[in-house]
């Protein structure tokens, strides 16, 4: 389905769920002081976001709020609702888990729990505006199926990820000994004092991307990516690796997966990005958009990867995205909480607005030209030389 009649995006660069700052997440110095932690943990105006252990695939799923006809919202708790709960968010810790600083919101600081609490536990003691029915999602898959309200998907996409994190780096990578966390959750430390290792919550980067043909009226599509929905078509996505551009990560999945080559000299054309705490293995995954052109339309479908490879119309990828999802086996694409869709609707909408970068720094529109371009590698191979020099003259 394409966007719902009337909806209208809150995120200034919106392109699917979890996109968007609800809460304000600029990191301060207080954030590293366990006495702000404890003192903010402490405030009466401090709100709290309850995942229970009891549901979900991964044993973090959020208490909510329905409120038809309008999409479910964040069930916040107060510090006056923990203690009916029996639950005191300082030095709390519920599987390895310890509560996690969200940001702010018009002063209020906004931290996320875990609890190992049951559903019926958390609706009889909690505290719930009237006329609004609380309950715990199923998992964030569930979420993603029923809705969420917009800026709430981004909250709780940032604490699942989070928890999942945290749940996954209870040791360290390099001597094995247990980790603990600091800095109101954002990091975790080995508690051996002499390894001195920190532990950062890792986003894997992702590339989706919208392949076309050099006329501009046609797109290239797969299918099979999701074996449950065969007559689902989308756009090429995969990691980018180690060391590798997005432009040439891009390139690289475009050929594995359908045989297309891409012609990175007629530009790579930045779309945008949408975070993904649903990514393979648990991991939190950045999807970057990316348009970029085909050198020509001849495709070999790699059929270990995928199911086809085929070019679509403007006015097929149309009908595409007003057709629900899997309706009468009828072709269709993601729905409109996802990175793809957006690039398709934009695609099939004919908006092309934003300069595509070329190979050799310039673009469709304004930008440096080669000698200022010149200026700029020359500038920055110098500051690297600076900093190169600086950083061997601290080690000596």
């Given at each position: 389905?394409?966007?719902?009649?009337?909806?209208?995006?809150?995120?200034?660069?919106?392109?699917?769920?979890?996109?968007?700052?609800?809460?304000?997440?600029?990191?301060?110095?207080?954030?590293?002081?366990?006495?702000?932690?404890?003192?903010?943990?402490?405030?009466?105006?401090?709100?709290?976001?309850?995942?229970?252990?009891?549901?979900?695939?991964?044993?973090?799923?959020?208490l909510l709020l329905k409120a038809r006809p309008l999409p479910p919202t964040i069930a916040w708790q107060t510090n006056a609702s923990l203690d009916k709960l029996g639950i005191q968010a300082v030095n709390h810790c519920?599987?390895?888990?310890?509560?996690?600083?969200?940001?702010?919101?018009?002063?209020?600081?906004?931290?996320?729990?875990?609890?190992?609490?049951?559903?019926?536990?958390?609706?009889?003691?909690?505290?719930?505006?009237?006329?609004?029915?609380?309950?715990?999602?199923?998992?964030?898959?569930?979420?993603?199926?029923?809705?969420?309200?917009?800026?709430?998907?981004?909250?709780?996409?940032?604490?699942?990820?989070?928890?999942?994190?945290?749940?996954?780096?209870?040791?360290?990578?390099?001597?094995?000994?247990?980790?603990?966390?600091?800095?109101?959750?954002?990091?975790?430390?080995?508690?051996?004092?002499?390894?001195?290792?920190?532990?950062?919550a890792r986003t894997d980067p992702s590339c989706m991307v919208l392949v076309r043909n050099q006329e501009n009226n046609k797109c290239l599509l797969i299918s099979g990516q999701d074996r449950s929905n065969p007559h689902?078509?989308?756009?090429?996505?995969?990691?980018?690796?180690?060391?590798?551009?997005?432009?040439?990560?891009?390139?690289?999945?475009?050929?594995?997966?359908?045989?297309?080559?891409?012609?990175?000299?007629?530009?790579?054309?930045?779309?945008?990005?949408?975070?993904?705490?649903?990514?393979?293995?648990?991991?939190?995954?950045?999807?970057?958009?990316?348009?970029?052109?085909?050198?020509?339309?001849?495709?070999?479908?790699?059929?270990?990867?995928?199911?086809?490879?085929?070019?679509?119309?403007?006015?097929?990828?149309?009908?595409?995205?007003?057709?629900?999802?899997?309706?009468e086996g009828r072709a269709f694409v993601p729905p409109f909480i996802s990175e793809a869709h957006f690039l398709l609707q934009r695609w099939a909408s004919g908006d092309a607005r934003g300069p595509a970068l070329r190979?050799?720094?310039?673009?469709?529109?304004?930008?440096?030209?080669?000698?200022?371009?010149?200026?700029?590698?020359?500038?920055?191979?110098?500051?690297?030389?600076?900093?190169?020099?600086?950083?061997?003259?601290?080690?000596?």
């Open positions: 389905m394409a966007f719902p009649p009337g909806f209208v995006p809150k995120a200034p660069i919106f392109h699917g769920a979890f996109c968007g700052a609800a809460l304000s997440r600029v990191t301060t110095a207080d954030h590293k002081d366990p006495k702000w932690e404890e003192a903010a943990l402490k405030h009466e105006s401090t709100r709290f976001l309850l995942f229970s252990t009891s549901k979900g695939s991964t044993g973090a799923a959020a519920c599987n390895g888990v310890p509560p996690i600083l969200l940001g702010e919101r018009d002063g209020h600081q906004c931290f996320a729990l875990l609890v190992d609490m049951s559903e019926d536990d958390l609706i009889a003691k909690g505290d719930f505006p009237d006329g609004k029915k609380p309950f715990v999602a199923e998992g964030m898959s569930q979420l993603l199926k029923i809705g969420c309200e917009e800026g709430d998907f981004g909250i709780i996409g940032h604490a699942f990820a989070k928890i999942v994190w945290h749940k996954k780096s209870l040791h360290c990578g390099l001597c094995g000994q247990p980790t603990v966390p600091i800095e109101c959750g954002a990091k975790r430390k080995c508690s051996v004092v002499t390894c001195k290792t920190r532990l950062y689902m078509w989308t756009c090429v996505s995969g990691f980018v690796e180690q060391c590798e551009q997005v432009e040439e990560a891009a390139k690289r999945e475009v050929l594995e997966e359908t045989g297309v080559e891409v012609d990175l000299l007629q530009g790579a054309r930045w779309i945008g990005s949408q975070p993904w705490p649903l990514g393979v293995g648990g991991q939190c995954e950045l999807m970057l958009g990316l348009e970029v052109v085909a050198a020509s339309e001849k495709t070999e479908p790699n059929l270990g990867e995928v199911k086809d490879a085929r070019w679509f119309t403007r006015e097929e990828v149309k009908q595409m995205l007003n057709t629900p999802w899997n309706q190979a050799d720094g310039s673009s469709h529109g304004d930008g440096p030209s080669r000698p200022q371009n010149l200026f700029f590698f020359l500038a920055g191979a110098g500051l690297a030389l600076a900093c190169s020099w600086a950083f061997r003259s601290h080690r000596q």
